[in-house]
């Protein structure tokens, strides 16, 4: 009696453990988001989707999920990581908002939206892109407080957001980037800005 207790209790045990392993192994898969050449195509698809214009319905036709995103307009990949390092689409004539989406492309160093009609906010997911060292989004319609989580994007050299609808100042701490001598902060509508140590202007047009 004793024994066959015991036989059901062996068996039992293992099977526990070999469903407390699947369950382990499926929360881990769930928790670590791994991002990578598809996380990238579905952010560019996402932030497609937030474009409520695109005046020669330029991106519909070449963002076409069946070339890859490496080959598509204004997309550039670096050819070791097959990831997005940069994403340019001025003077594109787009109207929308900028999607959070834009946030997973972890890999991005270039954004440049400028000469566009973007409006909404910045959403705060760019504070994600951890790389990027360009942000040019110069004449769009951007409004909502400058952010204040530029500061967190320490390999930040140039800052371009001159002629949109930002409201208040630019955080002091933006000061705090360590890259800061490089940085080219050209925000000419909100005047021109001095590092508080020195009396060179950061104001920088290119
Ligand atoms: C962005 O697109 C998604 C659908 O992909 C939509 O649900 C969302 O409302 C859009 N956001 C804005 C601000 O247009
Ligand atoms: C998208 O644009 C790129 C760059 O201009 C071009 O090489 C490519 O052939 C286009 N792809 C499609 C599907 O239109
Ligand atoms: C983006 O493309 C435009 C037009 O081709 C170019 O003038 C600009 O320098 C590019 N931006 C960056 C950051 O390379
Ligand atoms: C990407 O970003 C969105 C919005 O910030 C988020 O909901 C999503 O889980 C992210 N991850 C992937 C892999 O798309
Ligand atoms: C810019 O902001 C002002 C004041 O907040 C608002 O009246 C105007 O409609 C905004 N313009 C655009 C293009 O968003
Ligand atoms: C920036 O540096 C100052 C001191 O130099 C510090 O008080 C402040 O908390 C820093 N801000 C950020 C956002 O790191």
Redesign the pocket.
Known sequence: MNSKRNGVHSHFVPTVLVLLYLFMARTTIAVV???NI??DQ??LL?FKDNISYDANDFLAKNWSAKTPICKWFGVTCDSFHLRVTSLNLSYMGLAGTI???L??LSFLRKLDLSNNAFHGSL?S?MTQLRRIKLIRLNFNHISGEIPSWFVFLTKLKLLELRYNNFTGMISHSIFNITSLQKLNLAVTNFGVFYHPTSSTPLHYNI
């Open positions: 988001e791994v991002h598809n996380t579905s952010s996402a999607s959070p989406h946030g997973n959403p997911e």
